[in-house]
């Protein structure tokens, strides 16, 4: 859904905790488009890595409006949503580019490609596998979404190819 002709505009709602999923479905029902882009994350959970889609911004979904034909305030009432995000009296736009950027880095499904911003020097974290959590540096980046990482295993360095959809740009300055 486009910003600006049709008076449509993309505002920020805030959700009930771990409510994503009934929001999204509740909306949609109402008629409202959403974007809520998600993000692979892999986490440790009893000694076992899990792969799993989380929202890249937790507790919030992207909802389009056009505010010329009213109707906001459904949002606010819609099961798993707490409200939409204001400034005043009147719920606040999100930049039009914000969101066209966020679309444009994400697949049809909403699913952020990280791997759009990688290039050789930048420290990585690895997303997923028997690495995933260690920082590591990119070597090269290959047209067919390999990733040349160099990585310290036991004091010796090591060079390691990984799909770029499993990397992270890391946080911080983390030496190896």
């Known amino acids: 859904m486009s910003d600006g002709l049709d008076g449509t505009k993309w505002f920020l709602a805030q959700l009930k905790p771990n409510s994503y999923r009934i929001a999204k479905r ?99 974290t690895l997303r997923s596998g028997p690495f995933a959590e260690l920082v590591a540096t990119i070597e090269s980046v290959a047209p067919d979404q390999r990733v040349w990482v160099l990585m310290e295993i036991m004091g010796a360095p090591m060079r390691v190819t990984v799909r770029a959809e499993n990397l992270q740009k890391a946080h911080s300055a983390a030496s190896m």
């Open 26 to 124: 509740n909306l949609a029902q109402q008629g409202f488009a959403t974007f809520l882009p998600m993000i692979e994350e892999t986490r440790r959970l009893r000694g076992v890595f899990v792969t799993q889609l989380r929202p890249l911004f937790p507790g919030y979904i992207f909802v389009a409006l056009d505010m010329r034909q009213g109707g906001w305030r459904s949002v606010n009432s819609t099961i798993g949503v707490t409200r939409l995000v204001s400034l005043g009296p009147r719920p606040t736009e999100v930049p039009a580019g914000l969101i066209q950027q966020l679309q444009l880095s994400c697949d049809p499904s909403g699913k952020l490609q990280t791997y759009a911003r990688l290039a050789p020097g930048d420290m990585v």
